[in-house]
């Protein structure tokens, strides 16, 4: 069987895009790579690609100069993870706290990890978690 290496990109849909972009922006510190009136991509680190699109504008699709990107969308709060380390977690519940993000659980995993949940202007559930979540992290 082929190998998959790592996941490149995920998808989040914002009925306003301003907002998804400056949350992800200012309070979790992602760079822009590029933006459109459909999509911005931001930087997610290790060379994993977060895309945040308007939500509809991606139902038709979209054709390049390379190929046609088939129609996609989603609806409703889905969840993302973001890695970081251990000695961060505290420093990360204050900066959240400091930009009026309320954390809505905080888990201490078997393996030793440990998570805070919050959610985005969508109402996305965003996870920051330590080593320790899976046996892969």
């Given at each position: 069987?082929?190998?998959i290496t790592h996941l490149i990109e995920t998808a989040l849909y914002f009925?306003?895009?301003?907002?998804?972009?400056?949350?992800y922006r200012d309070?979790?510190?992602?760079?822009?790579?590029?933006?459109?009136?459909?999509?911005?991509?931001?930087?997610?680190g290790a060379s994993t690609v977060l895309l945040l699109f308007q939500r509809g504008a991606t139902t038709a699709g979209a054709n390049t100069p390379g190929g046609r990107i088939p129609p996609h969308d989603g609806s409703?709060?889905?969840?993302?993870?973001?890695?970081?380390?251990?000695?961060?977690?505290?420093?990360?519940?204050a900066?959240?706290?400091?930009?009026?993000v309320a954390i809505e659980s905080r888990v201490n995993w078997p393996r030793g990890g440990q998570s805070l949940y919050f959610r985005d202007p969508a109402g996305h559930s965003?996870?920051?978690?330590?080593p320790g979540l899976w046996a892969t992290y």
């Open positions: 069987m082929p190998t009925e306003d895009l301003d907002a998804g972009v400056a949350f309070v979790i510190g992602l760079r822009v790579l590029d933006e459109s009136a459909r999509l911005v991509a931001m930087d997610a409703g709060p889905v969840h993302i993870a973001f890695a970081i380390p251990t000695e961060s977690i505290a420093e990360w519940e900066h959240l706290n400091a930009n009026g965003i996870e920051i978690a330590t």
